[in-house]
Nanobody, 124 residues
């Protein structure tokens, strides 16, 4: 059974940057598309970004386009999310997940393995 562990969250001022990592163990992620989601207090979990198994295709929520970059290192079994120009509205717990085949990458129901999340707090 795969385990996903996110790291890299923290407190940052508006305009700053953070790089989130998601380390997988128990199963290679090489063959799977993966994604990042976030959940702010009192809100539903929402799609942030996704990447194909090879890294050749990426998808972003409108809120992330131009500021966030998703990437992966299959040799290290690790997924990344580089977040620049952070805004207070980016404050949330960020989760990585493995996508199952068959549904679009932006659909939360397409993901069946989740990490425990890492807190990102952006102060104004």
């Amino acid at each position: 059974q795969v385990q996903l562990v996110e790291s890299g969250g923290g407190l940052v001022q508006a305009g700053g940057s953070l790089r989130l990592s998601c380390a997988a163990s128990g199963r290679t992620i090489t063959s799977y598309a993966m994604g990042w989601f976030r959940q702010a207090p009192g809100k539903e979990r929402e799609f942030v970004a996704a990447i194909s198994w090879s890294g050749g295709m990426t998808y972003y929520a409108d809120s992330a386009k131009g500021r966030f970059t998703i990437s992966r290192d299959n040799a290290k079994n690790t997924l990344y999310l580089q977040m620049n120009s952070l805004k207070p509205e980016d404050t949330a717990v960020y989760y990585c997940a493995i996508k199952s085949p068959g549904r679009t990458a932006t659909n939360i129901k397409a993901y069946d393995s989740w990490g425990q999340g890492t807190q990102v707090t952006v102060s104004s």
